[in-house]
């Protein structure tokens, strides 16, 4: 249809109102970024306890509660304060709307962290007694269903798939940004999820046999690799509509946000991965360490370019 | 009933009537709109024409505002009104993020989501929407589609085949028609936007959503300790104080 092109028509607007910038910012890279920690950290402890005996990893079973509880509550505050009327997300409760992905990621969200709290609390009792001080009535009861952790836990990961891949769906509903509605964006949210996982656990791997730390990171190797593959399929087949053609146009053009998201692509993943392979031969923590906060920064600024540039397109 | 509306191009003229009675009617804050008029310029000199284009909410059948509402704030009427509850709203922005037409905004006075509403209390009233009321050539028509033989239906039938909505590729299904309109004009992404290349104003992004001056500790502190109640006043002192007029570029 060469004859409707704007170099055909020469169509320019010259008259209309400013039009909506970035409604959903930063905050929301964050809310994103905590929750890949907070659930990736469950699927990785599911995967090492499967693979390897609990005394491989001594300080897993208190410290992986501890870190998705404070990742979690950190996705949820960041979720709380992007709303407009932040005392009104008890409507979310009181009013539901099924059909939307963000109730029921909302109610998903707060089952996964009660059940991450039981364990937390199970966790720190059985691991230090005497906190925070002798006969402590809370942490008695945490001794007391002390084997609840261990019957809870695969439900806690059954619900960390839906709690992980809901903010897919949210994008999927979010149907004017053409960008978001590939199916790839459920796996990107699943890798990344594996990546945060075990880049974060690899900070408190350093009591771990060496076969474990080996684990963590060829998961955190295979994460970035695919996590790379996905982001440059759809950087590379953006034909598939005209709108995320447009949208790509904003990386695939220079700018603030094509520096953002190749230093994100670099730092992010090809860096770590090298790294991780690297580290499954011979075992350098600090080198697993550094290419963790690689992994960890390069997530958050990819994830931020892929939130912020179809909100840069005009809808009308 | 099924209410729906259908703009005539080839009729409008750009007065932007319709814009501003709608603003009247509604008391849309400033920096904030539920009607526009948008002007395309096509062509190159001596072979250059104009077209003007009213946008507003397409009360889709398939309403994907409606779908992501996490609380209901955005409903159906029995007329087939996409309607919304301010009251209800927790200002989350899915439905800003969903809206394929950009129809739907933050208002800065109640910091939560609004839109054209086909003017329901009106209709409510047996009165017609104020844009088709102020609209001096008739290039609005509002009706009842499932009424065959209603003003709107009758105009459908004449002109079957030249009736477009906006992005069909969405499957929203709009109760919102054009008669008259091109790819042009109907697709945003079939015309350029070139800042400051415009007769009044500079066209840019806005660089606040909602309420500019309630950060996000207003949000939280604004119900204990108040906040200055934002108005249509308050809001130009803030847009005069920053900066002049000249020096956004304007004429």
């Known amino acids: 249809m060469v004859e409707s092109t704007i170099h055909a028509t020469q169509a320019v607007v010259t008259l209309d109102v400013p039009i909506q910038g970035i409604v959903w910012g930063s905050i929301i890279t964050v809310n994103m970024w905590a929750k890949s920690i907070g659930t990736g950290v469950v699927f990785l402890a599911a995967f090492l306890w499967f693979r390897h005996k609990k005394e491989d990893m001594p300080n897993l079973r208190w410290v992986m509660p501890v870190i998705a509880f404070l990742a979690l509550n950190i996705f949820l505050l960041f979720t709380l304060i992007d709303l407009h009327q932040p005392y009104r997300m008890i409507h979310i409760f009181t009013h539901p709307h099924w059909t939307s992905s963000i109730t029921v990621g909302a109610w998903l969200a707060s089952i996964f962290l009660v059940l991450i709290s039981i364990m937390m609390l199970i966790g720190i009792a059985d691991k230090f007694p005497g906190i925070p001080y002798k006969g402590c009535k809370l942490t008695a009861f945490g001794r007391k269903i002390s084997a609840t952790y261990e019957k809870i836990f695969p439900f806690v990961v059954f619900l960390a798939i839906p709690v992980t891949t809901y903010t897919a769906i949210i994008m999927a509903q979010s149907s004017a940004r053409e960008l978001w509605q590939a199916p790839t964006e459920v796996m990107q949210m699943m890798w990344a999820a594996l990546l945060a996982g075990s880049a974060t656990l690899s900070f408190v791997s350093s009591s771990w046999t060496q076969e474990a730390r080996k684990d963590l990171a060829l998961i955190l190797a295979i994460s970035t690799f695919f996590s790379f593959t996905m982001y440059m399929s759809e950087y590379f087949f953006s034909f598939k509509s005209s709108e995320a053609e447009a949208v790509l146009a904003f990386v695939h053009a220079g700018g603030k946000y094509s520096i953002e998201f190749w230093f994100g692509m670099v730092l992010g993943f090809i860096i770590p991965f090298f790294i991780a392979v690297g580290n499954m031969k011979s075992d350098n923590q600090t080198l697993l360490k550094f290419a963790a906060i690689l992994a960890l920064v390069g997530l958050f600024l990819v994830k931020d370019v892929w939130l912020k540039i179809p909100q840069m397109l005009p809808l009308s | ?251």
Request: with cysteine; charged share 20%; proline share 5%.
């Open chain 2, 1 to 251: 009933m099924k209410l729906g509306f259908l703009v005539d191009l080839n009729l409008c003229m750009g007065c932007k009537g319709c814009e501003i009675a709608c603003k009247v009617e509604n008391e849309v804050p400033l920096s904030t709109w539920r009607l526009r008029v948008k002007y395309i310029d096509m062509g190159t000199f001596p072979d250059a024409s104009r077209s003007f284009t009213p946008l507003r909410c397409n009360h889709c059948e398939s309403a994907p505002c409606e779908r992501i509402c996490p609380v209901s704030a955005l409903h159906y009427l029995e007329n087939g009104i996409v309607n919304i509850d301010s009251e209800r709203c927790i200002g989350c922005a899915g439905c800003m993020m969903a809206c394929p037409y950009g129809a739907i905004y933050m208002d800065p006075e109640t910091n939560t989501a609004d839109k054209c509403t086909y003017c329901a209390h009106r209709i409510e009233s047996g009165m017609m929407p104020a844009c088709v009321v102020a609209c001096p050539v008739e290039a609005n028509i509002f009706g009842d589609l499932e009424d065959d033989n209603s003003h709107i239906s009758h105009y459908i039938m004449e002109h079957r085949g030249a009736v477009q909505v906006r992005k069909p590729e969405k499957h929203t299904n709009p109760t919102h028609f054009y008669v008259g309109g091109g790819n042009q004009t109907l697709n945003p992404l079939a015309h350029q936007r070139i800042e400051g290349f415009s007769l009044f104003n500079n066209i840019t992004h806005l660089d606040h959503v909602g309420d500019a001056h309630h950060g996000i500790l207003d949000r939280f502190l604004a119900p204990f300790v108040g906040h200055e109640k934002l108005d249509n006043t308050s809001l130009i002192e803030s847009a005069t104080a920053a900066d002049s007029h000249e020096e956004k570029g304007g004429h």
